[in-house]
């Protein structure tokens, strides 16, 4: 069984602080998509990564595909109130219709 | 933009109604997907379906059926709603094409069953 996990689970940070959230498998997965969600709506996708060491920044978000396509990890720099949320990663296999989902980081920043 | 719709944010039913969500994608996107979002449980797959009238159970399918006529509405029954089944339910939708990784959520329906 494929399985994603994130850590950590919950973090309540101040304004201004970085923070590094982390996505881990013992799968390799062709894919990996971050998405972030907030209470009552449904997630939002924020970034896919396909190759093995691949990095992408959105704004102060960055983003990191592991050299196997095993791991991930979303750094975010200077936080912000706006950036509360859920964030999730998922992973997708090509020649397959399924997402498997992390557990989710639950990340409040505070001001 | 991708936009996947769910008709409804809020629905209440009682224990025993035959309840019905639906979702529409605009993107003809091939492959559809029903999840539902429990805390601490995260994200499990109920149902999805790869093509019009094609479907395949997902971890949790008890207690749910689907119904793909058009290829962009995608429906969830429940057959008759019990309290367990009051949770957050959330439709995607994704391509199949070698370039399609990603899949689009809709906004969730928060189902409260008493």
């Known amino acids: 069984t494929q399985l994603l996990e994130q850590s950590p689970q919950f973090l309540s940070i101040q304004e201004g602080e970085n923070l590094t959230v982390y996505c881990n498998s013992s799968?390799?997965?062709?894919?990996l998509q971050w998405y972030r969600q907030e209470p009552g709506e449904g997630p939002v996708l924020l970034v896919t990564v396909v190759t093995g060491g691949e990095v992408k920044k959105l704004k102060r978000l960055t983003f990191q595909f592991g050299d196997a396509r095993k791991d991930s990890s979303l750094h975010i720099t200077a936080a912000q109130p706006g950036d509360t949320g859920l964030y999730l990663c998922a992973g997708h296999s090509s020649g397959t219709y399924k997402y498997i989902f992390g557990t989710g980081t639950r990340l409040k920043v505070l001001a | 933009d991708v936009k996947v719709t769910q008709s409804s944010r809020y629905l209440v039913k009682r224990t025993g109604e035959k309840v019905f969500l639906e979702c529409v994608q605009d993107m003809d996107h091939e492959n559809m997907f029903w999840y539902r979002q429990d805390p601490g449980l995260g994200l499990r797959l109920i149902y999805f379906s790869y093509d019009v009238k094609m479907k395949e159970k997902g971890d949790i399918p008890e207690g749910y059926s689907v119904s793909r006529e058009k290829k962009e509405r995608f429906s969830l029954i429940l057959e008759s709603a019990s309290t367990n089944q009051t949770s957050m339910y959330l439709c995607?939708?994704?391509?199949?094409?070698?370039?399609?990784?990603?899949?689009?959520f809709g906004q969730g329906t928060r189902l409260t069953v008493v």
């Open positions: 995607a939708s994704s391509g199949r094409g070698l370039l399609d990784t990603e899949a689009f």
């Open positions: 799968s390799v997965f062709s894919s």
